[in-house]
């Protein structure tokens, strides 16, 4: 299993731990929104939080495991940050700039990552989140549904 060198985690935990304040983010949680232990979050409160964050390689790597449960944990991120941010564009009227076609199960949403990725190499350092945003917004561009 891959550790995050940085901080001893391992990057499913970082994924998971980095999706549960997304959501907490967009459902309006106050406070402190970390367990005991977990790794500080970069957010507006910590900018200079990003050193925690997963990058896109590490990402990869956990996509692209021999272990089922880490390949689904790849998949239900990718998921879940089309429900994040599909959420922020309903509740807030926010432009919306990823608009699948139809919902996808998390092996699919796991495949559109890796496609991306394998086509962006260069982008193995970046910080996760908005890079998922764009692989996600260059697949299933808006303009293409919504008019």
Not at 28 to 35: D, E, K, T
Not at 94 to 117: G, T
Request: aromatic share 6%; net charge positive.
């Amino acid at each position: 299993m891959t550790t995050d060198r940085r901080t001893g985690w391992t990057i499913a935990a970082l994924v998971v731990a980095n999706l549960a304040a997304a959501h907490l983010a967009v459902m309006g949680a106050a406070g402190p929104a970390r367990a005991e232990g977990m790794p500080k979050l970069s957010g507006p409160q910590d900018p200079g939080g990003a050193a925690n964050l997963p990058t896109v390689r590490e990402f990869e790597e956990l996509c692209r495991s021999t272990n089922a449960v880490l390949r689904a944990t790849c998949g239900r991120y990718v998921n879940a940050t089309i429900d994040v941010h599909t959420s922020i564009g309903e509740r807030y009227g926010a432009f919306r700039v990823i608009c699948p076609s139809r919902p996808l199960n998390d092996e699919q949403a796991r495949r559109v990552f890796l496609s991306w990725y394998d086509r962006h190499v260069g982008a193995a350092e970046r910080p996760l989140a908005p890079t998922v945003v764009e692989a996600l917004a260059e697949r299933y561009p808006c303009a293409k549904y919504l008019k």
